[in-house]
């Protein structure tokens, strides 16, 4: 008997593209230094800055990682962010009221920001050093809207006042739905 591929092919790739993602679980660390326990993804989600691609231009980006903090049974939340604008851009300080924002499928997120304890090692590394690292505040329903949301859109003000917007790198931002899973945040 015969085998024909050419009848296999398409099946195969009909199931391979209806399966499901396999769940990002988020990775759990205690830091030594204060005894509380970090949450935080194992990459975190990659932006790119929206604009044309010039020669001999380096494109900016952005990166944003959920974080739980766990401090002996009181749990909360945070997200970093990381902004690192392309040539010619500068970048207002990300620590000023209004300086960023995300924009979601229902609206802007406000953007609040949170100290963060000195941990022996951060929840996530800053891809450059002169990019700006920051954590902004998130309850556990802004956890769920940033999970259920299709729409995932970083505005940040430059330091003209002039927007600049970073979208992510991949359609699938599916691992900060994971997050909001595996942290209970499933009310969106």
């Not at 929840?123 to 450059?128: C, H, K, L, M």
């Not at 259920?148 to 359609?171: K, M, N, Q």
Request: charged content about 15%.
């Amino acid at each position: 008997m015969r085998n024909h591929w050419s009848t296999w092919i398409p099946i195969i790739a009909a199931l391979t593209s209806c399966g499901t993602h396999a769940p990002i679980k988020p990775q759990e660390r205690l830091d030594e230094r204060t005894g509380i326990t970090i949450a935080a993804l194992p990459e975190p989600i990659e932006l790119v800055q929206r604009g044309t691609l010039t020669f001999n231009k380096r494109m900016g980006f952005a990166y944003l990682g959920p974080v739980e903090w766990n401090r002996a049974g009181n749990v909360s939340y945070s997200l970093w962010v990381h902004v690192a604008p392309g040539d010619g851009a500068q970048v207002s300080d990300l620590r000023i009221p209004g300086a960023a924002s995300i924009k979601l499928d229902d609206g802007f997120l406000p953007m609040v920001v949170v100290d963060t304890p000195a941990l022996k090692n951060e929840a996530y590394r800053p891809a450059v050093t002169w990019g700006q690292s920051v954590h902004f505040n998130l309850g556990v329903d802004t956890l769920g809207r940033l999970g259920s949301s299709h729409t995932l859109e970083l505005h940040v003000l430059g330091a003209d006042s002039s927007p600049i917007i970073f979208l992510p790198s991949r359609a699938d931002h599916s691992s900060l739905q994971d997050f909001a899973v595996a942290s209970h945040a499933t009310a969106y």
